[in-house]
């Protein structure tokens, strides 16, 4: 499995920005599929975001397209969230997360995904 560690989370007011990290250890990160899962209190842990292997292609929950972006670099075995115009609705743990198996060609869900971070606490104020 490969290790995965988030961090850049944090309160932030209504309206800000946020960029989420995810570093990458122990196996050839450019072989993953990678993904941005959250859980708010109460729900779910549910995708945000998926970019393929070598990040040409991206998958969002319809509803977060155009405020969040993911992207890779697999140069340094790290992948983003940048996260615009933070809602109070966005508040969750966000989790990073990778997957041997996923290509753009499906939607991606939870099953998908071998490896999980520790999370990220992200916080909107309103």
């Known amino acids: 499995q490969v290790q995965l560690v988030e961090s850049g989370g944090g309160l932030v007011q209504a309206g800000g920005s946020l960029r989420l990290s995810c570093a990458a250890s122990g196996r050839t990160f450019s072989n993953y599929a990678m993904g941005w899962f959250r859980q708010a209190p109460g729900k779910e842990r549910a995708i945000v975001a998926a970019?393929?292997?070598?990040?040409?292609?991206?998958y969002y929950r319809s509803f977060l397209k155009g405020r969040f972006t993911i992207s890779r670099d697999n140069a340094k075995n790290t992948v983003y969230l940048q996260m615009n115009d933070l809602k109070p609705e966005d508040t969750a743990v966000y989790y990073c997360a990778a997957s041997a198996t996923w290509s753009i060609a499906s939607t991606p869900g939870l099953a998908d995904f071998g490896s999980w971070g520790q999370g990220t606490q992200v916080t909107v104020s309103s």
């Open positions: 970019v393929s292997r070598n990040g040409g292609s991206t």
